[in-house]
Every structure is written in C-alpha cells, then in structure tokens.
C-alpha cells in the first residue's frame, strides 16, 4: 500500500515550456487535490476532483489544468509556465467529502521555472 | 472566508522540553487536522480532530470547537521533532476544502 504517489520530485522548466504531474492514490478515495506551497506559506488548492471523470477549481487555479480520467490517477498540467508557478506541489486525496474526509498527502513535486 | 492563525510562529526549545501549538480560527468547522512538515518537505498527518482529545505517543491535540481553537501538544521533544506544524480547516458549508495556517516553525536543539 503506496499511499499517495508524485512523479516526477523535482522538474525544471523554462518560461513557456509545458508539463503534467501525475499523481497516483491506491486506497480507493474518491476525492483527489492538487495544492501548491510557496515559501514560508501554507497550502492553497489549485483544483480538485470529486470523483473520476470530475473536476473543480480550487483557490488559485488560473495557469493550470487537471485530468481524472481514472479513479486513481488525478493528473496536473502546465501549459505554458512561468517563473510565478515555482513552487512546491502536492497532491492529497480523501475517502470522501463531508466531515470524515481526513486528507493523505504525497511527498511533493519541486518545480522551478526559469 | 474562514481565517486561520497559528501561534507562536516560531518557536526554539531544547531537546526534552515540553510545548503547546494553538491554532484559531474565524468560524465553524467540520474538519481540522494537524500535520508535520519535517525539513526535507514531506507532510505528515498528525491528527484528525474536529473536536475532542486524541493521543499518539508524545503527541496529543484537543480541539474546542465551540470555541473555535485547537491546541497541539508535544511532550519531551526530540531533535526529529523539529519542522513546520500545520493546522488545516475545513468550513463547514465545504466538502473539500482545507485551508491552511502559516505554521509554527519548531526547532529543537540537543
């Protein structure tokens, strides 16, 4: 039982090139989220899914895109990056909404934009 | 929307002494969990506790919710205690949402 995975670590991209981060859950959960965490600062979300098939936006989800087109697999896209998306990203899923959904993280993905 | 403020924000003790993290925030909730960020990055979920106590060895957190605050406490700190501690928030008009406290940054010297 992996828990919650991230590929790739770490990634270094220059302004304007793309990527996809995968994010990958094997506990069966429903909900899945991607979070951005700048230095010194908290969490914030990015987007979320509710389901396969679903998603949301989050907090601050302008200069992103998300897929769910499996139960287990929420991925995050970068079509055109830029210096501001640096930052460390984490993706966390739950079992549910409502007021059990404890959320599990995966250890982060450290991208740098150049 | 919901504020969330963690106090002290930084904190320095030496290894073996104890110390109480305090978590407020603005309005109901129906979720609150505490982590642990360890210096290489990595979240570790500490506690689900929207109300009430719960203990995990020498950790142990209440939540009052009717009085909207949680407080987080570690007993005979060790050096692998030190990090940033999260408190995170669900509202309660939300499912999903999680919003997040700046961190207490501990730091504990042997």
């Known amino acids: 039982n992996a828990g919650v995975t991230q590929t790739p670590k770490f990634r270094v991209l220059k302004t304007g090139q793309s990527m996809t981060l995968l994010c990958a859950q094997d506990m069966n959960h429903e909900y899945m989220y991607w979070y951005r965490q700048d230095p010194g600062m908290g969490l914030r979300l990015i987007h979320y899914?509710?389901?396969?098939?679903?998603?949301a936006k989050g907090e601050v989800p302008d200069g992103y895109n998300v897929s769910r087109l499996k139960k287990q697999n929420f991925l995050l896209g970068l079509e055109s990056a830029a210096p501001s998306q640096t930052s460390v990203y984490f993706c966390?899923?739950?079992?549910?909404?409502?007021?059990?959904?404890?959320?599990?993280f995966g250890p982060g993905t450290r991208l740098t934009v150049t | 929307g919901i504020q969330v403020e963690q106090s002290p924000p930084d904190l320095i003790l030496q290894e073996g002494a104890n110390s109480t993290l305090r978590c407020n925030f603005s309005?109901?909730?129906?979720?609150l969990q505490w982590f642990h960020q360890n210096p290489w990055g990595q979240l570790i979920n500490l506690f689900y506790?929207?109300?009430?106590?719960k203990q995990n060895g020498r950790l142990s957190a209440t939540t009052v919710a009717t009085e909207r605050y949680s407080l987080l406490y570690i007993s005979s700190s060790q050096t692998t205690d030190s990090g940033v501690y999260f408190c995170a928030v669900g509202p309660r008009d939300s499912n999903y949402q999680l919003i997040w406290g700046a961190g207490t940054k501990l730091i504990i010297k042997p």
């Open positions: 899914s509710v389901g396969e098939g679903t998603t």
């Open positions: 966390a899923s739950s079992y549910s909404g409502g007021a059990l959904y404890e959320q599990y």
């Open positions: 309005d109901s909730v129906n979720n």
């Open positions: 506790i929207p109300s009430g106590t």
